[in-house]
């Protein structure tokens, strides 16, 4: 896979990467033909007043703004978004082979719903989206029960569909004026695990994203153009890439941080690491990802380096 020079700041880079997020982690778990793969579009959502779930607290959030609590035996596969594109989170068994189809459980709030590549009206109904995700995943000639349920105290429809290979659940509940809650778990019938996927149900909790600042992380004397984004922080210094490489390993290592080498990637032109055990970041990983500035704009020289430093 290519990789593009970063810009100043990344939020069309992650918009993209929520965009096709979800067909990737299905088509890499054989859930979806590759003609199936959706292509939704998003836009910014108006700015919210923070909260944590009041109930139930769970052990996975996404700063889109739900939580859930894992079944055990399961394992985070992804856990994407920003507050402002929205977020996926997809779980699957822990112990499941990649190469075969597998359970898997996909969580998303947007404001395009996922699974959906054609706009939301303003007066959809929920069986409206269920028929275009539905569509979608090439499954708007079968038939299933559809039936009406609560999720985390919000109006859902659901629809079961069983075939003799699969067995699937989708689920779409509207959780304000721009936002939607799809639900949507698949297993090959031999691997369906109905408790694990009504445990997730039960445990789910959506509530307004959250707006935090990103943490203090330790700039290089000359940085310029400092931006913050959400839980990006961007700014350019005319350190090359690979003096800009050291100051983190020094500076993040010093603390305590490990950089995760097998994912460390650099050219002349640009890189991209992540370091992990960083206190600041909560527990969460460390993406710092840089490039070349190749034409003078607004945004720095010729030859300085634009560098986005955001968590996992």
Do not use: H, K
């Not at 769970?58 to 859930?68: D, K, R, V």
């Not at 509530?207 to 959400?230: C, H, I, K, T, W």
């Amino acid at each position: 896979m290519s990789r593009s020079t970063p810009s100043t700041v990344r939020s069309g880079w992650r918009l993209l990467l929520l965009v096709w997020l979800l067909p990737v982690l299905l088509a890499a778990c054989n859930l979806v033909s590759e003609s199936a793969a959706p292509t939704p579009t998003a836009t910014a959502l108006p700015p919210r007043v923070a909260a944590e779930p009041t109930t139930n607290p769970a052990n996975i959030t996404n700063p889109e703004g739900f939580a859930l609590t894992l079944p055990p035996g399961w394992v985070v596969a992804a856990n994407e978004g920003a507050a402002t594109f929205g977020g996926v989170v997809t779980l699957t068994p822990a112990t499941v082979d990649t190469s075969a189809p597998t359970q898997a459980v996909v969580i998303g709030v947007s404001e395009q719903p996922l699974l959906v590549t054609d706009p939301i009206t303003a007066g959809a109904t929920l069986d409206d989206v269920l028929d275009e995700a539905l569509q979608t995943l090439e499954l708007d000639q079968q038939t299933g029960e559809r039936s009406t349920t609560r999720i985390s105290g919000l109006t859902a429809r659901v629809v079961e569909i069983d075939t003799p290979q699969s067995q699937r659940r989708l689920a779409v509940a509207r959780v304000d004026d721009t936002r939607w809650l799809v639900v949507y778990a698949y297993a090959p019938v031999a691997q369906w695990d109905a408790a694990a996927v009504d445990a997730v149900l039960r445990s789910l909790r959506v509530f307004e994203p959250s707006l935090a600042l990103p943490p203090p992380y330790p700039l290089p004397p000359d940085a310029s153009n400092l931006a913050r984004v959400g839980n990006q922080t961007s700014f350019v210094t005319s350190l090359p890439i690979d003096a800009v490489m050291e100051f983190y390993r020094t500076a993040l290592g010093a603390a305590g941080a490990t950089e995760r080498t097998a994912v460390t990637y650099a050219t002349a032109e640009e890189f991209e690491m992540v370091f992990e055990g960083w206190p600041p970041a909560n527990g969460q990983a460390v993406l710092i990802q840089g490039g070349l500035i190749s034409i003078e704009n607004e945004v720095g020289a010729i030859g300085q380096t634009v560098v986005t430093l955001q968590l996992e």
